[in-house]
Nanobody, 114 residues
Framework: QVQLVESGGGLVQPGGSLRLSCAAS????????MGWYRQAPGKERELVAA??????NYADSVKGRFTISRDNAKKTVNLQMNSLKAEDTAVYYC?????????WGQGTQVAVSS
């Protein structure tokens, strides 16, 4: 079955960095669109970044600070988050889209606070 397992969340001070990773299995990873979403308390889940083959897409709020990457051999997708702000605090979810079906990981908490 499809599995998406996130890691790398935690507590960081404003201006700091974190790297999230998602290990995928159970589907042909190399042809899936992979993404990261986040959901803050009281808000809707929103797209942070997505990556297909050679194409990336970012939310305006994270452009220039976050970088999404994928390793098709290792079946992983990463999100490097720099210059973190308090408003980046949320649960971050790994997402896979393949053959018109969407899959989600369990989420990892990111908290940005001094």
């Amino acid at each position: 079955q499809v599995q998406l397992v996130e890691s790398g969340g935690g507590l960081v001070q404003p201006g700091g960095s974190l790297r999230l990773s998602c290990a995928a299995s159970g589907f042909p990873f190399s042809i899936a669109t992979m993404g990261w979403y986040r959901q803050a308390p009281g808000k809707e889940r929103e797209l942070v970044a997505a990556i297909t083959t050679g194409v990336t897409n970012y939310a305006d709020s994270v452009k220039g600070r976050f970088t999404i990457s994928r390793d098709n051999a290792k079946k992983t997708v990463n999100l490097q988050m720099n210059s973190l702000k308090a408003e980046d605090t949320a649960v971050y979810y790994c997402n896979a889209m393949y053959q018109f079906t969407t899959y989600w990981g369990q989420g990892t908490q990111v908290a940005v606070s001094s």
